[in-house]
């Protein structure tokens, strides 16, 4: 019985490491599908960490994984503890092997995150606006860890009226936003990426001007 505890804490260990490990990039798909402003940032701090979460996961579900195929010792059972073991779904490989592939797709969340987003990188701009109108700025965002982060952010610009295009990089720490001045302004792009997402952007730079604010 202690070894069924045991293996049964080791398998949802794992499944929460994993959990872990992709924390950063969920929450901020949360944060704008549920309007849950702030949420995304709020587990930036275990990034650092996600190369480490990923190897416990590996290790934790691989010692599962043993522990169920390694060939059992012989031994008297009645038929009542015959019949408990055939209800112990938790304890089959078919469990084990819903909780893998769950962890499998917690840790390979960051790849396709972008996906939940619509394409809205590029809007069709009427006519009448001439190029010379829209203008460019590029806003420090602290915070982004992920794919997921870049994704959540370009759908928070790109939905605003006025913004014609929107490039998220978390390797730079920055987004190169193309908007129309008339529309809506940088500090109401700042305010989308704070409030919406939960980043914080310390700096905006004109690009055109250099103007800071």
């Not at 370009?154 to 987004?175: M, W």
């Not at 939960?198 to 800071?212: A, M, S």
Request: proline share 4%.
């Amino acid at each position: 019985m202690e070894n069924k505890k045991n293996y049964t804490k080791i398998m949802a260990a794992g499944v929460v490491a994993a959990l872990g490990a992709s924390l950063c990039c969920i929450t901020p798909i949360l944060a704008l599908v549920a309007g849950i402003g702030g949420a995304a940032s709020a587990f930036a701090w275990l990034d650092p960490f996600r190369t480490y979460l990923i190897g416990f996961t590996g290790v934790l579900l691989a010692f599962a994984w043993y522990q169920q195929l390694k060939p059992q010792k012989e031994q008297l059972a009645c038929d009542c503890e015959d019949d408990q073991k055939k209800k112990a779904f938790v304890q089959s490989k078919t469990f084990l092997g819903i909780a893998t592939a769950f962890a499998l797709l917690l840790l390979s969340f960051p790849y396709f995150s972008g996906s939940f987003f619509p394409e809205s990188a590029n809007k069709v701009v009427a006519a009448v606006i001439q190029p010379a109108q829209f203008q460019q700025a590029s806003l420090k965002i602290e915070g982004m860890t992920c794919g997921g982060c870049e994704s959540s952010v370009n759908h928070a610009l790109s939905s605003k009226e006025g913004v014609l295009n929107a490039k998220a990089s978390y390797e730079e720490g920055i987004a190169k936003v193309t908007y129309d001045p008339a529309l809506i302004t940088p500090e109401a792009l700042k305010k989308a990426i704070e409030e919406e997402v939960g980043y914080i952007v310390p700096k905006i730079e004109l690009i055109d001007t250099k103007k800071e604010y």
